[in-house]
């Protein structure tokens, strides 16, 4: 028996679990495999506060790094986040596949879980402090046109998404960029939780059509009177 298997017996007693720092934590994850691929561009689709982008900088990431968030108040906190590290952008965009005005419904729980998609029965049940509390208009742009104004030449991309459902927007209106992608980073749902939303068995069918591969998986949404998982982030990149 090692230390560590001991340590975690006699902590699960007193209702604790003990595991390897920083190895088994998601930043730790994140940064090796962001490294190992040679990434130096993030783009950060659905920011909401900057949580990701500061947890990748914590990793050790040190690239690029473009976040967008359409909902005014998140905005306002993902700039706050940006305005000391230069190479840190915000922009007050969605992302999707149409270039104009999109209506996005704000949610009670700080905006994290706002779309533009209608929230499901199932959702508002198991988070009600999700619950939509307004509406909001933004502009919306698709990857491929703004492409050129985000990467520079000899950028290695990676693509994180999270934007409540709308991810197969956010993959269409990506186009063939998404074949200059090295990795992604995608919110999969397995049911139904925004109307239209895409699956999880979907999702990894476009994202490896693309030819990326599933490498990692960090868990999501779960019901907390079930135990149920309804969501996790599937993280793949280029064999």
């Given amino acids: ?58 990793a050790g990431y040190g690239g690029r790094i473009v976040s967008f968030e359409p909902v005014r108040e998140p905005f306002r906190w993902l700039r706050e986040r940006t305005a000391d590290d230069r190479l840190w952008t915000a922009v007050p965009w969605a992302v999707g596949d149409t270039d104009g005005t999109v209506d996005i419904h704000v949610a009670g729980n700080a905006a994290a879980s706002s779309s533009v998609l209608p929230m499901l029965p199932r959702h508002a049940e198991a988070a009600p402090e999700s619950r939509y509390v307004g509406t909001e208009q933004a502009q919306q742009r698709r990857l491929d046109t703004l492409w050129p104004e985000l990467v520079q030449a000899g950028e290695r991309v990676f ?34 939780l925004y109307e239209g939303g895409m699956l999880y068995r979907e999702a990894l069918d ?30 793949c990149f280029r064999e």
């Fill in 159 to 192: 693509l994180k998404v999270d934007v409540q459902g709308a991810e197969k927007h956010v993959l269409a209106g990506a186009g063939d960029r998404l074949a200059q992608c090295v990795g992604a980073q995608l919110e999969v749902s397995f049911a139904p």
């Fill in 1 to 58: 028996m090692t230390v560590l298997h001991g340590l975690r017996r006699l902590a699960r007693r007193f209702g604790v679990d003990v595991s390897r720092y920083p190895e088994a934590t998601p930043e730790y994850q994140a940064d090796q495999l962001l490294a190992r691929h040679r990434v130096d561009l993030v783009l950060d689709v659905g920011a909401n506060d900057g949580g990701y982008a500061a947890m990748l900088r914590r």
């Fill in 206 to 235: 476009w994202l490896e059509a693309g030819g990326l591969s599933l490498m990692y998986v960090v868990p999501g949404f779960t019901d907390p009177r079930t135990g149920r998982m309804y969501q996790c982030d599937v993280v």
